[in-house]
């Protein structure tokens, strides 16, 4: 499963939304209602996921699903 | 200052025995227990093993899925209570009319099942691991929270916690809101869900509930000399009370007016109700003067009545020492053997069962009574709904801690 696909199961599950309409451009705020617990909610299940620590000030920077999948794989190429 | 009329105008149950009013209605007063055993986790080394449990309740029939996640049990049961009651109402809420909108809906013990599971989530993977929504799903107010923001209703907005007393307390403080002028409307009401693990063993430990595991539909039997404690409930009672003036002019079906409310204290112990039931006495005798009413002219008491050998033994008492002379004649029954003890919510379903019998003229029976206690020697109308003319019922709750409340309601009559 591709990073975009695991981010995209993610929000599927905690933000409800339908996996169409999660596009690499969709910011999680704006676009896909995400509020500032989701965002927590949405951290802690990537950590899963991936096996990773994500620290919390990483995701003031992140507005977009791309964004999102950028600093994942970003992070997975670091371990 | 003259008092305003309040009437209620919607009512929504999420209850044992039924997911709306009618179903609701039709078995208490068919007698047909919502008590069965435990399925929903390992029970088998609890000494109480049945519950009267929600079946067939799925939250996103009332909410989005989203939302439902969001939300302990307790919350999801108040806003599809508030829900059918305010569609029940038909009073749209509206940025002119919200400020003017309260929710007053308690729950006696709050999001104990979230609480449980992120516990759990804490022991097995630390701090880090757990929900942020832990805080928001658990705490207590959240179903008034979650109510006002589900209907937009903006005005007071609160809950008395009371424990088994609460549904009743929350409609007594939403009539008062209303009888001083500080809103048109109120969605109020009860809400429970502590049937988990830890408030099983907690409830099994105060050996407060009944163990007839065997036979749970006749588990629940107040006033009955046999019986051997509560039954766990679950669910909730969400009622509309309104401006008698406001429901009129927009055309609204009256239910029936509220007009007493008393709440007063034990002060005598945590959980053993006051054995000469001087501060239940006391809330009977006060809701009656708060009402106006005489005691001989009250039709239905719907009694607490929780099927435990000291409520209903100090509860009978404290009718006689208010009612005197008059206490054989009126009708009591305690719906509890039905809907079995529904804590915080179980106020309010029974006000609920109270404004039915005055609309129907029909009072639900106390099911599973066959020995007569020679310390409760009322009329409890047993096993059989009575037809009589119920022109006013009251309704009271005992609750842990020593709080007693009781509320009035009268069949609508214009004038």
Same mark, same amino acid.
């Given at each position: 499963?591709?990073?975009?696909?695991?981010?995209?199961?993610?929000?599927?599950?905690?933000?409800?939304?339908?996996?169409?309409?999660?596009?690499?451009?969709?910011?999680?705020?704006?676009?896909?209602?995400?509020?500032?617990?989701?965002?927590?909610?949405?951290?802690?299940?990537?950590?899963?996921?991936?096996?990773?620590?994500?620290?919390?000030?990483?995701?003031?920077?992140?507005?977009?699903?791309?964004?999102?999948?950028?600093?994942?794989?970003?992070?997975?190429?670091?371990? | 200052?003259?008092?305003?009329?309040?009437?209620?105008?919607?009512?929504?149950?999420?209850?044992?025995?039924?997911?709306?009013?009618?179903?609701?209605?039709?078995?208490?007063?068919?007698?047909?227990?919502?008590?069965?055993?435990?399925?929903?986790?390992?029970?088998?080394?609890?000494?109480?093993?049945?519950?009267?449990?929600?079946?067939?309740?799925?939250?996103?029939?009332?909410? !989005?899925?989203?939302?439902?996640?969001?939300?302990?049990?307790?919350?999801?049961?108040?806003?599809?209570?508030?829900?059918?009651?305010?569609?029940?109402?038909?009073?749209?809420?509206?940025?002119? *009319?919200?400020?003017?909108?309260?929710?007053?809906?308690?729950?006696?013990?709050?999001?104990?099942?979230?609480?449980?599971?992120?516990?759990?989530?804490?022991?097995?993977?630390?701090?880090?691991?757990?929900?942020?929504?832990?805080?928001?799903?658990?705490?207590?107010?959240?179903? !008034?929270?979650?109510? !006002?923001? %589900?209907?937009?209703?903006?005005?007071?907005?609160?809950?008395?916690?009371?424990?088994?007393?609460?549904?009743?307390?929350?409609?007594?403080?939403?009539?008062?809101?209303?009888?001083?002028?500080?809103?048109? /409307? %109120?969605? /109020?009401?009860?809400?429970?869900?502590?049937?988990?693990?830890?408030?099983?063993?907690?409830?099994? #430990?105060?050996?407060?509930?009944?163990?007839?595991?065997?036979?749970?539909?006749?588990?629940?039997?107040?006033?009955?000399?046999?019986?051997?404690?509560?039954?766990?409930?679950?669910?909730?009672?969400?009622?509309?009370?309104?401006?008698?003036?406001?429901?009129?002019?927009?055309?609204?079906?009256?239910?029936?007016?509220?007009?007493?409310?008393?709440?007063? #204290?034990?002060?005598?112990?945590?959980?053993?109700?006051?054995?000469?039931?001087?501060?239940?006495?006391?809330?009977?005798?006060?809701?009656?003067?708060?009402?106006?009413?005489?005691?001989?002219?009250?039709?239905?008491?719907?009694?607490?009545?929780?099927?435990?050998?000291? *409520?209903?033994?100090?509860?009978?008492?404290?009718?006689?020492?208010?009612?005197?002379?008059?206490?054989?004649?009126?009708?009591?029954?305690?719906?509890?053997?039905?809907?079995?003890?529904?804590?915080?919510? #179980?106020?309010?379903?029974?006000?609920?069962?109270?404004?039915?019998?005055?609309?129907?003229?029909?009072?639900?029976?106390?099911? *599973?009574?066959?020995?007569?206690?020679?310390?409760?020697?009322?009329?409890?109308?047993?096993?059989?709904?009575?037809?009589?003319?119920?022109?006013?019922?009251?309704?009271? !709750?005992?609750?842990?801690?020593?709080?007693?409340?009781?509320?009035?309601?009268?069949?609508?009559?214009?004038?």
């Amino acid at each position: 499963m591709s990073v975009f696909d695991s981010v995209k199961e993610v929000i599927v599950e905690i933000l409800d939304v339908p996996p169409e309409d999660i596009k690499h451009e969709s910011k999680l705020v704006e676009d896909l209602e995400a509020d500032s617990l989701d965002i927590v909610e949405m951290v802690m299940q990537l950590e899963d996921k991936f096996g990773l620590q994500i620290p919390e000030s990483a995701f003031d920077d992140l507005k977009t699903v791309k964004d999102v999948v950028e600093y994942l794989e970003k992070r997975l190429q670091e371990k | 200052m003259e008092k305003r009329r309040v009437v209620v105008t919607g009512m929504g149950v999420i209850s044992p025995v039924g997911n709306d009013v009618a179903t609701f209605w039709e078995n208490l007063i068919a007698g047909k227990s919502g008590i069965r055993p435990i399925e929903r986790f390992d029970v088998s080394q609890y000494p109480t093993r049945i519950a009267a449990q929600v079946l067939d309740f799925n939250p996103t029939d009332y909410m !989005s899925r989203k939302d439902s996640r969001r939300m302990d049990r307790f919350v999801q049961f108040a806003c599809a209570a508030a829900r059918i009651a305010l569609e029940d109402s038909g009073l749209a809420v509206h940025p002119g *009319n919200a400020p003017q909108i309260g929710v007053w809906v308690g729950s006696g013990i709050g999001g104990l099942e979230t609480m449980e599971n992120q516990h759990e989530v804490l022991m097995a993977r630390g701090c880090s691991g757990v929900s942020p929504f832990l805080v928001p799903m658990m705490i207590t107010n959240m179903a !008034s929270g979650q109510i !006002s923001i %589900m209907t937009g209703a903006r005005g007071p907005n609160g809950c008395t916690v009371t424990a088994c007393a609460t549904g009743t307390n929350c409609i007594g403080e939403a009539f008062r809101f209303i009888q001083r002028g500080e809103a048109i /409307a %109120m969605i /109020a009401g009860g809400t429970e869900a502590s049937i988990t693990p830890l408030g099983m063993s907690g409830f099994c #430990a105060m050996k407060a509930m009944s163990t007839r595991n065997d036979d749970p539909s006749r588990a629940s039997r107040p006033f009955d000399l046999e019986r051997d404690g509560f039954v766990m409930g679950e669910g909730s009672g969400v009622i509309v009370l309104e401006e008698l003036q406001h429901a009129l002019e927009r055309g609204a079906r009256v239910y029936a007016e509220i007009i007493g409310y008393s709440t007063t #204290a034990d002060a005598y112990h945590v959980v053993q109700p006051d054995p000469e039931g001087a501060g239940a006495a006391r809330a009977l005798a006060m809701v009656l003067d708060d009402a106006g009413v005489l005691p001989q002219e009250v039709d239905y008491i719907n009694a607490h009545g929780t099927g435990t050998e000291i *409520n209903d033994a100090m509860e009978t008492l404290a009718i006689k020492k208010v009612w005197g002379i008059n206490a054989h004649q009126v009708a009591i029954s305690s719906t509890k053997g039905v809907t079995g003890h529904m804590l915080g919510a #179980a106020g309010a379903v029974e006000f609920i069962a109270a404004v039915l019998a005055c609309q129907y003229d029909i009072i639900p029976p106390t099911i *599973n009574y066959r020995t007569p206690d020679p310390a409760c020697d009322l009329d409890y109308v047993p096993n059989q709904a009575r037809r009589r003319k119920v022109r006013i019922a009251v309704s009271d !709750s005992l609750g842990f801690g020593g709080h007693n409340a009781a509320l009035v309601v009268r069949k609508y009559e214009h004038n």
